[in-house]
């Protein structure tokens, strides 16, 4: 029976949490970390020590030692008093991730929303009349003139955008849709349930892969309040398909009266074939074949803040306005100035694409993308070359957050096969580093897209690569 009495006897030495906090390791950081925070640490790695200890736990060493206690302590709070939600280096190539916050504003949209939010601003006060003004007015321009439409407003995402915008429009009663259009993005938006929580029927027409503009035709009664059309942005069917144009759903509604509406999903300001992308109908040529509401997220392709934004005729437009549920759905001031900033680069369409760091990426070369791998590759021989064999590999980039999902962005990345430990091993710990890495695991390797990598976060790659290697146990963090 000598191992409870051991245990006994360190379980009694543990120090108590007034003793930690007065040890001159918590003294020393008292300045820099706020007493909550130091309080939390110290309560969890002594209770983690007790666990131990009683557990006879082997992963952890068995101490009762009052400074060595400390000192993990203090580690613990540094980790605590980080922010939780912190930058990451997207290695993996693809450009719009929902998981890692999708677009990368520009500069100029950092800007506005920097000046914006550290002010009091003129959000809703027209400073020519000095009477109150529309929160939308800042970017309702801009989006007309980018587009074509009649009038704008900007909601809080896409989401929020088809929801509200088939609300206002028709309520209680039924929109046709297209059985090959009925979408479900990622993170539970589908179409029928966006209808239903809207108010509005679904008739669904046509098939999986075909539908006729005769399968409209013959679904419109008394109840139809709207003709909807759904860009199938995260997937295509192939082959024997087809669908209606907006146009020809356009003819047919102005026959019934009846208003037209096509989600976008992405809603591209540009035609992006010259980047090897598909041709994908703009916004602009969408208003143009008279669609009356057309709505697009704000960070999608257009390379901007979360928002949904809701464009077409000015009649459409006043009524989603003016709908109940639209002030639970508005947006605040930084993403309206994030927004405007980068809608007033597009009105220049050679500094959109040299500013936007959306369709920077896009537009990087495949030469480009493997020169920069070749300079990973070569930085990581000269430093870890007894760590890891690095090469430049061929890899496609994709687009990615639901949008353009057959394209493939052709260029290199840097392909690492760690010596020492796993691959998994070595992902695991580029993802706690800091900064963390996000990296991709291809065969056997791991992958490192220069395309998302923005050239001046080359430094703390390198940084958290060679922390990850050096580093002898699996983190404890
Ligand atoms: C992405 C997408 C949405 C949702 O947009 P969020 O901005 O993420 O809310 C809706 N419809 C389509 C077709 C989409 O591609």
Redesign the pocket.
């Known amino acids: 029976m000598k191992k409870p009495t051991v245990t006994n006897s360190l379980l009694r030495s543990l120090p108590g949490i007034d003793k930690l906090l007065q040890s001159p390791q918590f003294a020393s950081v008292k300045n820099q970390i706020p007493h909550a925070i130091l309080l939390e640490a110290a309560q969890t790695t002594v209770d983690a020590c007790r666990n131990g200890i009683r557990n006879n736990s082997t992963d952890r060493p068995q101490t009762a030692d009052p400074n060595t206690i400390a000192q993990q302590a203090i580690v613990l709070a540094w980790q605590l008093n980080r922010p939780r939600l912190r930058p990451v280096i997207n290695a993996t190539g693809t450009l719009l991730h929902?998981n890692l916050g999708?677009a990368p504003l520009a500069d100029a949209a950092l800007k506005a929303v920097d000046a914006v939010a550290r002010s009091y601003s003129n959000l809703e006060l027209n400073l020519e009349s000095g009477k109150r003004g529309s929160r939308f007015s800042h970017v309702e321009k801009l989006i007309c003139q980018l587009t074509g439409a009649e009038a704008a407003t900007v909601v809080?995402?896409?989401?929020?955008?088809?929801m509200l915008s088939l609300a206002a429009l028709a309520f209680g009663k039924e929109a046709i849709v297209s059985r090959g259009e009925l979408?479900e993005?990622?993170?539970s938006?589908r179409?029928p349930e966006?209808m239903e929580a809207s108010g509005v029927g679904l008739r669904e027409v046509g098939s999986t892969n075909k539908t006729h503009l005769k399968d409209y035709v013959s679904a419109i009664n008394g109840k139809t309040g709207l003709l909807l059309k759904?860009?199938?942005?995260?997937y295509r069917i192939l082959g024997f398909s087809e669908d209606v144009s907006g146009a020809k759903l356009v003819e047919l509604g102005c026959e019934h009266n009846l208003p037209v509406m096509e989600?976008?999903?992405?809603g591209m300001l540009f035609d992006m074939t010259p980047y090897g992308l598909p041709r994908e109908p703009t916004v602009a040529e969408t208003i143009a074949a008279g669609i009356d509401i057309v709505?697009?997220?704000?960070?999608?392709l257009l390379g901007g803040p979360?928002?949904?934004i809701i464009a077409g005729r000015r009649e459409a437009v006043e009524r989603i306005r003016k709908h109940p549920m639209a002030r639970a759905l508005r947006c605040d001031k930084m993403t309206l100035a994030g927004l405007e900033a980068t809608l007033r680069l597009y009105l220049d369409p050679l500094r959109a694409k040299s500013e936007i760091p959306l369709l920077k990426m896009l537009s990087t070369t495949a030469a480009e993308t493997k020169l920069r791998a070749g300079e990973i590759v070569s930085q990581l021989n000269s430093t870890l070359g007894d760590q890891m064999e690095c090469s430049v590999v061929e890899e496609t980039a994709t687009v990615g957050?639901?949008?353009l999902p057959l394209s493939e962005l052709v260029g290199f990345a840097v392909a690492i096969r760690p010596k020492t430990i796993s691959v998994d091993q070595l992902s695991m710990r580029l993802r706690r580093g800091r900064p963390p890495v996000i990296s991709r695991i291809q065969d056997g390797t791991l992958r490192l897209n220069p395309r998302t990598i923005r050239p001046d976060e080359e430094t703390l790659l390198m940084h958290t690569i060679t922390a990850a290697v050096a580093e002898s146990e699996p983190a404890g963090r």
């Open positions: 929902t999708r809080n995402n896409n989401a929020g955008a088809v979408v993005i990622g993170g938006f179409i966006v759904v860009h199938t942005s995260n989600d976008l999903g992405s709505t697009f997220s704000g960070d999608k979360q928002a949904g957050g639901g949008a």
